[in-house]
C-alpha cells in the first residue's frame, strides 16, 4: 500500500495515538494526585454550616459513582474510558443538574468559530505579507509591517489581550468588552443579531491576530527567500514568466507547504491562546467556562473541558493533516 | 566569547535583546538590596502614585511597587529559567537520540513528540492546578511544565542532529578514527549549541508566559511575588477603576522587556546559524 | 547576419565589503559569433567561466554579477535585440519564443508543486496564443515527435525519472520553436546510456527547427559527437575556436591541445600527463596570457601581452603567441 491510502492511515494512527496519550494524562493528573476531589468537593459545601453525617456519607458515595471513583484503580481507568466514550461526562456540579456536556455543547461552537476566524485570518495574513516581503525585500511598507508583527510576536497572548481591553475599553470605549453579543439580544440570524456577533468577536479575534501574525509573517519571509533561489524559480525567470505568476504558483505555492505543517503544529498554542483569551473579553466560549468551572470546584466540567480539548484540537490537527498532500503532491507515507 | 563579542558588535538585533535583558536582569538583582521583605504588606503608605520617594508608586496593599517589582522579575526569570533548564534535558535527550538513532526509534520518538506537540496544555496545566488546590508549588508547576513543554525544541534538536550524521565530515571523522565522543564533542556541538541556545531563549519566553497567564487567574501560587501574581493582585484590587495604573503598568513594562530581549536574541541566534542569511549581510 | 553576436563582453563580479573591493573578472574581453542553424559548441574547465557567459548572454545577470563592458546581440526575424539595452518588456516577448534555455540540474527545474501541464502553459501559452485546447494539441503533437508520452503533461516532476524529466526540458524549451538555445551542461547529471538518448534528441530537434544551439560542457565526446563548431574557454577568455573536426585535428592553441590528447582513444596506450599548476584566480589573474603559468611553450611576451584571438587558418581563430604547429 502506498500512496495516500498509507498516508491516511499513519495519520488516523497518530491522531489515535494523541487521543490516547492526551486522556491518559488527564486520568494521570486527576487520579494520581494524593488530593480527593470529592473530599473536596464535600468540604466546599460544608462549609457554611454543618450537615449531619449521614447525608455527608449519601454524598460521599454519590459523589464517588459522580466521579467514577468508586472501585479501585483499574475500575476507576476502565470507568474514565467507558464514560468518555459515551460522552457522558456527568452533571455540572456549578449548575446542576445540568450535564456538562450540555454546557460544553453551548460554549464550544463560540470557540470553534473565534478559532476557525481568528486562525484563518492570522495564518493567510500572515503569510501573504511574509510572502511579499520575502519577495519584494526593499519595500519599505513590508519591512516596516514585519518589524510591528514582530513586536507583538514574542508577548503572550494574555498580556496582548488585557492591552486591548485597557485601551478599548478604557482608555477609546468603541468596542464592547464583554460577552458574545448584546445582552439579551434575539439570538437569530437577524443582521441586527450578526453585527452584534462581529463587535463583540473583533476583539478577541484582534487579540489573536495580533499575536499569531509575527509568527507567520516570519516564517514564511524567510522560506520564501530561500525559494527564490532554487533552480525552477530561476528558470521561470529565464523564460519569462510575469513575476506575479511566478510569485503566486512558484514562490508561494512552494512556501506555503512547510507552512501548512506548521498550522498544524501550532493550534495547541492557538488554542491555549483562546482560551486565556475568551476570559480576558468574557466571551462566552469554552474558555471562560473552564476558568468559571475552576473557581467553583466543578470537577467533572473541568475534566469535561480538557478532554473535550484534548480530542478537538486532535482532530484539527487530523484534519489539516488530512488536506497536506493536496498542496503538496510529492507526499508519500513514512 | 570572541564570538559573543563579534555578534554584539555586528548584529544589531543581538545587541538591542542583550541590552534588554541585561536592564531586567539588573532589576531583578536589585531585589537583593530591597529594605523590605517580599510579603511585608502596609509597610508604605498605600495607593501613591509615582513620585521621586517611591520611584513607581505604591500599590493598595501598601507595598513599595519598586521594590516589589524587583523580587516579582527575579522569581518570574527564576522560574523561566529552571523550566527551560529542566525541558532542555528532555528535549536534547530525545531530539539527539531520535536524531543519530535513527530508524524506528526515531520514529516511535517522534510519534510521542509530535502528540505532545499538539495536546492543549493550558487545560491540562489548569486541570493540574484544579487537583492540587492549594498544594501547587512552583516547583511541581515547574516540573509539569518541563514535562509538557519540551516537544518543539526537541523537533529542531533532531532535525540538527539528523542532518549531522549524515554531513560527510563525520564520515570523515569516523573514517579517521575519531572515537564518538570526540566526534560529538568537537564536530557537532558547535552546531548543536546555537539551536540549543535560542530555543531555550524561547522556551524562557513560552514558560514565563504561561506563568503569567496562570498566575493572573490564581492558578498559582499567590503568595509568591512574581509578575503574574502581582497582575492578579492589581485586578483583585479593580486597580484599573480605580485609577492605580502603576501597580499594571511598571510590571507588564518589565515583562514586555523581558520577553522583547529574549525573543531578539533567539531570532539573531537563528540568523547567525543560518549561513545563507549570513552570506546576505556581508554583500549588502 | 549571425543569430547571436558578442562583442568585446565583460562580465565581473563586483563585491565589496569591509572597505575591500574584489573583481572577480569571470569573462574577460570575449567575442564570437553563432550562425543560424549551426550547433556552437563551449567547452572548458569548472572556473573558465562558461557559465557566467551563458547567464550573460541569456540577460540573467544579478548582482553581484555585472556586465562591465561588451555586447551582446540577438538577430531574430522580427529585428536584432542588444540584450544590454533592451527593456523588460522586448526581454520578456523574446524569451521562450525566440530565445530558450535547457538548464542543467534536471533534478530540479521543474515546479514540484504543479503538474508538467502547468510548465508548458505558464511559459509558451503566452507566445503560441491559441485557445486553450489547440494549444494542448499543438504541445502533445510536439512531445509525439519528440517520442514522449502525452501523459507525461499530467504527472509531476518527481514521479518522473531524471533522464525522462531533462527529455520534458528539452520539450518545454523548444515547442515555441525558439531560433536560438543555450544548452547548459543538460547531459552532465545523467548516466551514459539516457545521455545518448538526450543527445540524439537534441540533434534531432535541431536538425528539425534549423535552430542555432549554443551547447556547454566540459565533455569533450559530447562536443566531438555534436557541435558544429567549438570554443574552447580558459580563464574568462577564448582561446581557440573552430570548426570541430579541425580542431580535434589540430589543436593550435596548448591548452586545446592538452585537452584533446588527455581524452582516451581505443587502442591508445600512451600514459597521459596532467597539466601541472591550476586554473588561474579570476579575481587575481596573471597578466598577459592567463595560460602562461601552465604553458610549456610560454615566454616573455606571453607573461606581458594578452594575444589576440586571430585567424590563423580560415574560420579557425586562436589567441596564442606561439601556436602548436599545423
Known amino acids: 500500500m502506498t500512496g495516500y491510502p498509507l498516508y491516511l492511515l499513519t495519520r488516523l494512527g497518530q491522531f489515535a495515538l494523541v487521543i490516547f496519550i492526551g486522556i491518559n494524562i488527564a486520568f494521570v493528573v486527576t487520579h494520581a494526585t494524593p488530593i480527593d476531589p470529592v473530599e473536596q468537593s464535600i468540604a466546599a459545601s460544608t462549609q457554611f454550616g454543618s450537615i449531619n453525617p449521614e447525608a455527608v456519607e449519601m454524598m460521599r458515595q454519590s459523589l464517588k459513582e459522580l466521579y467514577g471513583l468508586q472501585g479501585g484503580l483499574w475500575d476507576q481507568y476502565v470507568t474514565f474510558w467507558r464514560r468518555i466514550a459515551a460522552g457522558d461526562f456527568g452533571p455540572s456540579l456549578s449548575a446542576f443538574p445540568t450535564p456538562v456536556s450540555i454546557l460544553i455543547g453551548r460554549a464550544l461552537p463560540w470557540t470553534v468559530a473565534l478559532l476557525v476566524i481568528s486562525t484563518l485570518l492570522t495564518w493567510v495574513l500572515g503569510n501573504l505579507l511574509g510572502g511579499l516581503a520575502g519577495y519584494y525585500r526593499r519595500n519599505r511598507a513590508l519591512r516596516f509591517a514585519g518589524i510591528l508583527a514582530m513586536a507583538f510576536h514574542p508577548i503572550p497572548y494574555y498580556i496582548v489581550a ?103 503544529i501550532s493550534l495547541g498554542s492557538i488554542f491555549n491562546g483562546a482560551i486565556i483569551t475568551e476570559q480576558v473579553f468574557g466571551y462566552p466560549g469554552v474558555g471562560t467556562l473552564l476558568i468559571s468551572a475552576v473557581h467553583a470546584g466543578d470537577y467533572s466540567l473541568v475534566l469535561g473541558i480538557t478532554t473535550v480539548s484534548i480530542i478537538a484540537v486532535s482532530f484539527a490537527v487530523l484534519l489539516i493533516d488530512l488536506a497536506y498532500p493536496l498542496l503538496d503532491p510529492r507526499v508519500k507515507a513514512r | 566569547m570572541r564570538s559573543f563579542l563579534a555578534l554584539l558588535k555586528s548584529n544589531r538585533q543581538f545587541a538591542s535583546g542583550v541590552v534588554l535583558l541585561a536592564l531586567v536582569a539588573g532589576f531583578a538583582c536589585l531585589s537583593f538590596f530591597s529594605p523590605y521583605p517580599p510579603n511585608d504588606s502596609f509597610v508604605v503608605p498605600p495607593d501613591l502614585p509615582p513620585s521621586p520617594e517611591y520611584w513607581f508608586g505604591t500599590t493598595s496593599r501598601g507595598q513599595e511597587l519598586f521594590w516589589l517589582l524587583t523580587f516579582a522579575i527575579r522569581n518570574t526569570l527564576v522560574f523561566g529559567i529552571v523550566v527551560a533548564v529542566l525541558s532542555r534535558l528532555l528535549a536534547l535527550l530525545i531530539g539527539l537520540v531520535a536524531g543519530y538513532a535513527g530508524g524506528w526509534v526515531d520514529r516511535l520518538l517522534m510519534s510521542i513528540n509530535d ?137 507588564v513594562l518589565l515583562v514586555v522587556m523581558t520577553f522583547i530581549g529574549l525573543f531578539l536574541l533567539a531570532v539573531s541566534m537563528n540568523e547567525y546559524i543560518d549561513p545563507r542569511s549570513r552570506l546576505g549581510r556581508s554583500e549588502r | 547576419m549571425s543569430v547571436l553576436a558578442v562583442e568585446g563582453l565583460r562580465a565581473w563580479y563586483r563585491t565589496s565589503a569591509l572597505g575591500v573591493s574584489r573583481d572577480v573578472r569571470a569573462v574577460d574581453g570575449i567575442s564570437f559569433t553563432v550562425e543560424a542553424d549551426e550547433i556552437y559548441g563551449l567547452a572548458g574547465e569548472s572556473s573558465s567561466g562558461k557559465t557566467t557567459l551563458i547567464k550573460t548572454i541569456a540577460a540573467a545577470t544579478q548582482p553581484p554579477l555585472e556586465v562591465v563592458a561588451g555586447t551582446i546581440t540577438f538577430t531574430f526575424p522580427g529585428g536584432a535585440i542588444e540584450m544590454q539595452r533592451a527593456d523588460r518588456r522586448t526581454l520578456a516577448s523574446i524569451r521562450w519564443r525566440h530565445l530558450s534555455y535547457i538548464m542543467q540540474g534536471s533534478m530540479s527545474v521543474l515546479n514540484p508543486v504543479r503538474r508538467i501541464r502547468h510548465a508548458f502553459v505558464d511559459f509558451a501559452f503566452r507566445h503560441i496564443g491559441e485557445p486553450k485546447p489547440r494549444f494542448f494539441e499543438t ?135 596532467g597539466l601541472s599548476g591550476a586554473p588561474p584566480n579570476l579575481a587575481d589573474p596573471p597578466a598577459g596570457c592567463r595560460f602562461h603559468p601552465r604553458c610549456p611553450r610560454a615566454s616573455d611576451i606571453c607573461r606581458r601581452e594578452v594575444p589576440p584571438l586571430e585567424p590563423l587558418a580560415p574560420g579557425h581563430r586562436v589567441a596564442c603567441f606561439h601556436p602548436e604547429p599545423a
Open chain 1, 162 to 264: 488585557f492591552l486591548l481591553l485597557i485601551v478599548f475599553g478604557y482608555l477609546w470605549p468603541i468596542l464592547p468588552i464583554s460577552g458574545g453579543y448584546t445582552m439579551n439580544m434575539e439570538q437569530d440570524w437577524s443582521a441586527e443579531f450578526i453585527l452584534s456577533l462581529l463587535r463583540h468577536g473583533l476583539l478577541p479575534v484582534a487579540s489573536l491576530a495580533l499575536v499569531g501574525l509575527g509568527g507567520w509573517f516570519m516564517g514564511m519571509r524567510s522560506l520564501v527567500s530561500n525559494v527564490v533561489t532554487e533552480d525552477y524559480v530561476a528558470y521561470a525567470e529565464l523564460a519569462g514568466v510575469e513575476r506575479s505568476r511566478i510569485l503566486r504558483s512558484y514562490v508561494m505555492r512552494n512556501a506555503l507547504v512547510p507552512q501548512v505543517t506548521g498550522l498544524a
Open chain 2, 115 to 251: 502528540t505532545f506537540i499538539v495536546i492543549p496544555l493550558f487545560p491540562i496545566l489548569v486541570l493540574f492546578y484544579f487537583v492540587l488546590k492549594d498544594h501547587m508549588s512552583w516547583g511541581l508547576l515547574a516540573l509539569m511544565m518541563a514535562f509538557l513543554g519540551w516537544s518543539y525544541d526537541a523537533r529542531l534538536i533532531r532535525s540538527v542532529a539528523l542532518s549531522l550524521r549524515h554531513r560527510e565530515f563525520t564520515e570523515t571523522g569516523i573514517f579517521s578514527g575519531m572515537s564518538t565522543r570526540q566526534i560529538l564533542v568537537e564536530e557537532h556541538l558547535p552546531y548543536v549549541l546555537p539551536i540549543v541556545f535560542s530555543t531555550t531563549m524561547n522556551n524562557i519566553n513560552w514558560s514565563i508566559g504561561l506563568e503569567v497567564t496562570l498566575s493572573v487567574l490564581g492558578f498559582t501560587d499567590i503568595n509568591t511575588p512574581t509578575i503574574g501574581v502581582m497582575i492578579y493582585w492589581a485586578n483583585q484590587h479593580t486597580a484599573l477603576v480605580a485609577g492605580i495604573w502603576w501597580w499594571i503598568f511598571f510590571p
Open chain 3, 139 to 273: 504541445v502533445r503533437a510536439h512531445l509525439a515527435r519528440l517520442r514522449l508520452e502525452p501523459d507525461v503533461l499530467d504527472a509531476y516532476p518527481h514521479q518522473l525519472s531524471g533522464g525522462m524529466r531533462q527529455r520534458v526540458t528539452i520539450a518545454l524549451a523548444t515547442v515555441c520553436r525558439p531560433e536560438f538555445i543555450i544548452a547548459d551542461e543538460p547531459t552532465t547529471a545523467l548516466d551514459v546510456v539516457v545521455q545518448k538518448d538526450v543527445l540524439a534528441m537534441i540533434r534531432e530537434i535541431q536538425r528539425e527547427l534549423g535552430s542555432s544551439i549554443l551547447f556547454v560542457t566540459h565533455d569533450m565526446a559530447v562536443h566531438a559527437n555534436l557541435a558544429d563548431r567549438l570554443g574552447i574557454m580558459y580563464g574568462g577568455r577564448l582561446v581557440e575556436e573552430g570548426r570541430t573536426a579541425d580542431l580535434f585535428r589540430s589543436p593550435r592553441h596548448p591548452y586545446t591541445a592538452h585537452l584533446i590528447a588527455s581524452l582516451p582513444r581505443v587502442g591508445d596506450t600512451t600514459p597521459k600527463a
